[in-house]
Structure formats: C-alpha cells, structure tokens
C-alpha cells in the first residue's frame, strides 16, 4: 500500500502563500500521477491540481491557475502544492491523491486524510 501524509496547511491571510506537502511512503515505485484535491463547505469534491510521472504534465482547475503550482520532490517521496495570492474562497480541505496509471485525468487509489486551509478576508 501507500500512505499519504499532509502538512503545511493553516491559516493565510488573503493575498498570501501556503505551501502544502504530501509526503509517500510505502509501494511508492508503482506511483504514475499525484494530485491535491479539496472540498469547501457545502460544495462538492473538485480537482485542483495533477502531476503525471512521465512527462511531469500538469493539469490545474481554472480557478487556480496561474497561482498553484503543483512539483515532486523524487528523493523525498513529496509532492508539493505552492498556492500564491490566496482568496478566501481557497478555503476548504485539501486532500493529497495518488494513482498507479499515469496520466491527468486517471483513478487515484490512494488518499490523505485532508489538512485545513483557511483563508481570512
């Protein structure tokens, strides 16, 4: 199996940064795709940002783009969400994923347990 661990989260204040991390350990070798979702009170699940193994493709949701930055770290087994010019409706829980088939769009088998983010106006 493979385990999913968060951190990094808190509290910003609108306009600033955070920079989460999702550390893996376990079966990582079979590891093709990474990704951070979150889920907003009273809204559903959405995808925000994927990284594919082979290429090092990405794929962000439009309401982030040009301010996340999904990366990987290989020797440390992490994979990183940058998120610049924070707004509150950045609030919600992010859950790290991963998958074993490569690509931006596939399945993701393995979850976090979610770290708050928390964005003040």
């Known amino acids: 199996q493979v385990q999913l661990v968060e951190s990094g989260g808190g509290l910003a204040q609108a306009g600033g940064s955070l920079r989460l991390s999702c550390a893996a350990s376990?079966?990582?070798?079979?590891?093709?795709?990474m990704g951070w979702f979150r889920r907003a009170p009273g809204k559903e699940r959405e995808s925000v940002a994927r990284?594919?193994?082979?290429?090092?493709?990405?794929l962000y949701a439009n309401s982030v783009k040009g301010r996340f930055t999904i990366s990987r770290d290989n020797a440390k087994n992490t994979v990183y969400l940058e998120m610049n010019g924070l707004k509150f409706e950045d609030t919600a829980v992010y859950y790290c994923?991963?998958?074993?088939?490569?690509?931006?769009?596939?399945?993701?088998?393995?979850w976090g347990q979610g770290i708050q983010v928390t964005v003040s106006s």
């Open positions: 994923a991963a998958g074993i088939v490569g690509g931006l769009k596939t399945p993701l088998a393995y």
């Open positions: 990284l594919s193994w082979s290429d090092n493709s990405t």
């Open positions: 376990g079966r990582t070798f079979s590891l093709r795709t």
